[in-house]
Each structure stands twice: as structure tokens, then as C-alpha cells.
């Protein structure tokens, strides 16, 4: 079994900053990548960052120069630094991790529970 749990979301005013976590754990050989998607209510999944082997990473346009993705390979982590955080940005946050559970496991996506990440004042 593979289970991703998020941390970190909450209420925060225009131009403040939250910091999410991922922590991915159980059954784990490889993984590929992980990344932060985020929906808001009415709207589509959107990718907002992502964080492949290697370490090369990828934004939305939408975060670019705000979030910042980054990972602990060590410890199956990822986190998502968000500064100059905008109304816009309100949404529930999911993680994901694109991963194999054992040797000859074709990889395959897992997705988080999500947290509710809201700027308002």
C-alpha cells in the first residue's frame, strides 16, 4: 500500500506565505516524480508544480518567482513553499507521486487526500 498525507494548508491573508508537505510511506521502490496540483471550486485540477528524479523542476505559469517545490529523497517528502500567496491561489491542494512499488511495477500515480489552502482578509 502506498498512502500520501498532506500538511500545512490553512487561512492566510493576501501576500502571506504557507509552507505544504507531502509525505509519502508504505510499499516504496521508486519515485519518478512528485508534484502539487490544486482545484478550485467550479474549476479543473491544475498542475502547479512538479519535481522529478534528478531534482529538475516545473511550474505553472500562474506560480512562477512565488512557490518553490522541493523534496527530501531521503525521506519520501515534498514541499511546497508559497510566498506572495493571492486570492486566486485558494484552492485544495493535492500531492502526487508518480512511483513504483516494487522492481518490475510499472509506475503509477498516487494522490494525496488534499488541504484546503484559502487567502482571504
Known amino acids: 500500500q502506498v498512502q500520501l498525507v498532506e500538511s500545512g494548508g490553512g487561512l492566510v491573508q493576501p501576500g502571506g506565505s504557507l509552507r505544504l508537505s507531502c509525505a509519502a510511506s508504505g510499499s516504496i521502490f521508486r519515485i519518478y516524480g512528485m508534484g502539487w496540483y490544486r482545484q478550485a471550486p467550479g474549476k479543473q485540477r491544475e498542475l502547479v508544480a512538479l519535481i522529478i528524479e534528478g531534482g529538475s523542476t516545473h511550474y505553472a505559469d500562474s506560480v512562477k518567482g512565488r512557490f518553490t517545490i522541493s523534496r527530501d529523497n531521503a525521506k519520501n517528502w515534498v514541499y511546497l513553499q508559497m510566498n506572495s500567496l493571492k486570492p486566486e491561489d485558494t484552492a485544495v491542494y493535492y500531492c502526487?507521486?508518480?512511483?513504483?512499488?516494487?522492481?518490475?511495477?510499472?509506475?503509477?500515480?498516487?494522490w494525496g487526500q488534499g488541504t484546503q489552502v484559502t487567502v482571504s482578509s
Open positions: 502526487n507521486a508518480h512511483l513504483s512499488r516494487y522492481d518490475s511495477d510499472p509506475p503509477t500515480g498516487y
